[in-house]
C-alpha cells in the first residue's frame, strides 16, 4: 500500500467484532482493495488481503464509506451532487445507487466526512479552500522557477482552508439544509487533506489534518449541524 493508498472506510463483511479495512490507491495504482481482520501482535491489529473491489467511476481518493441498518455505502462528489453507491460482497463491488445535490456553497466543497443520525438522515462535514496559493511563478521544471526571494521567503503565497457542515433529512431523495460555519475562513493553513468526524470519550468532535503535519481538533458540543 505504502504512499499510494488511502483509507476508505471499514466494514463488518464476516465479523461484526472486527470489520473490515478498506483501502483505495490513488492514480499511479489505481484500485480499491479490502483487507480482513487476522489477529493481534503487541496489541497492534494485522489484517491480510482479502480481495480487490469494483468501484464506480469517478470514485478517488477522499471518498468516504459510512453504514448504515446493515448496509454500507461509499460517498464522493461528483459536480453538484454527493453520489453514493451500496455495497454488494457477493460481487466485491461498490454499485451506484444514488445521487444528493450539495447546498449552495460560498468557498466550494474540498474534504469531508460524513454519518448517518438514527433516523436515517446524514450529517456532512466538510473542507473548503478560502484563500488559494498564488501561482504566478514560472513551471517548477523551469530554469526560471525561483520559489523563494533574495532573502528566502515563500513567493507563492499561502492557502487557507475553513471547515462548514450541513445535514440531510434522508438518504433517498434527500434535501440538504443551509449550510453553517464552524470555524472562521482563515482556520487552517496549507490545505485540508482530511476530515474526520468522532466520538470520544462521550464528546463529539471533528479532526482536520493540513498538508503541513498539523493536526487540529474542534469540540462540535452538540452546537452542528
Not at 496549507?190 to 498539523?214: C, D, I, P, Y
Request: charged letters at 20%; a neutral charge; hydrophobic letters at 35%.
Amino acid at each position: 500500500m505504502a504512499l499510494h493508498s488511502r483509507f476508505l472506510g471499514l466494514v463488518s463483511v464476516n465479523d461484526e467484532k472486527h470489520p473490515d479495512l478498506f483501502v483505495i490507491q490513488d492514480s499511479y495504482y489505481p484500485g480499491c482493495r479490502r483487507y480482513s481482520f487476522v489477529k493481534y501482535e503487541d496489541s497492534v491489529p494485522v489484517f491480510e488481503m482479502k480481495e480487490n473491489i469494483t468501484l464506480p467511476k469517478g470514485v478517488k481518493p477522499g471518498a468516504r464509506i459510512e453504514c448504515h441498518k446493515g448496509k454500507a455505502y461509499v460517498f464522493w462528489k461528483a459536480k453538484n451532487t454527493l453520489k453514493y453507491a451500496e455495497y454488494r460482497p457477493g460481487e466485491a463491488a461498490f454499485v451506484e445507487v444514488g445521487a444528493l445535490p450539495l447546498p449552495a456553497l460560498k468557498h466550494g466543497f474540498g474534504n469531508f466526512d460524513l454519518e448517518f443520525r438514527p433516523d436515517g438522515g446524514l450529517d456532512v462535514y466538510f473542507a473548503a479552500v478560502t484563500v488559494h496559493m498564488a501561482n504566478k511563478r514560472p513551471a517548477w521544471r523551469t530554469a526560471e522557477y525561483r520559489p523563494y526571494d533574495a532573502v528566502g521567503v515563500w513567493t507563492g503565497g499561502y492557502q487557507y482552508d475553513m471547515l462548514g457542515t450541513f445535514s440531510y433529512n434522508a438518504l433517498d431523495g434527500g434535501v440538504p439544509t443551509q449550510a453553517v460555519d464552524i470555524t472562521s475562513e482563515r482556520e487552517l493553513m496549507h490545505g485540508v487533506s482530511a476530515v474526520h468526524v468522532m466520538t470520544f470519550a462521550g464528546e463529539k468532535g471533528l479532526v482536520a489534518t493540513t498538508r503541513n503535519g498539523g493536526f487540529h481538533y474542534f469540540p462540535l458540543d452538540g452546537k452542528y449541524p
